[in-house]
């Protein structure tokens, strides 16, 4: 299958050394509801919103130590 055809996915995550691993996160309703309002005004996937969002208290946690 040829890639010229294909369209550009700029929201597609880099590769990881080991691959990744499923992971289930259960939220409160009114958090899935926040999360599923930003999905549909950007278009970004649900998986890609949660994962920003562990990104980003992942990468606070490590500047408080």
Same mark, same amino acid.
């Given at each position: 299958?040829?890639? *010229? !055809?294909? @369209?550009? *996915? @700029?929201?597609? #995550? $880099?590769?990881?050394?080991?691959?990744?691993?499923?992971?289930?996160?259960?939220? #409160?309703? $009114?958090?899935?509801?926040?999360?599923?309002? $930003?999905?549909?005004?950007?278009?970004?996937? +649900? #998986?890609?919103?949660?994962?920003?969002?562990?990104?980003?208290?992942? *990468? !606070?946690?490590? +500047?408080?130590?």
């Amino acid at each position: 299958m040829s890639t *010229n !055809n294909s @369209p550009v *996915n @700029p929201t597609r #995550s $880099e590769k990881l050394d080991g691959g990744r691993v499923r992971c289930v996160v259960y939220l #409160s309703k $009114e958090e899935a509801a926040q999360i599923e309002a $930003e999905r549909k005004k950007t278009g970004v996937s +649900q #998986s890609g919103i949660i994962a920003r969002y562990y990104a980003l208290g992942k *990468n !606070n946690i490590q +500047q408080e130590v």
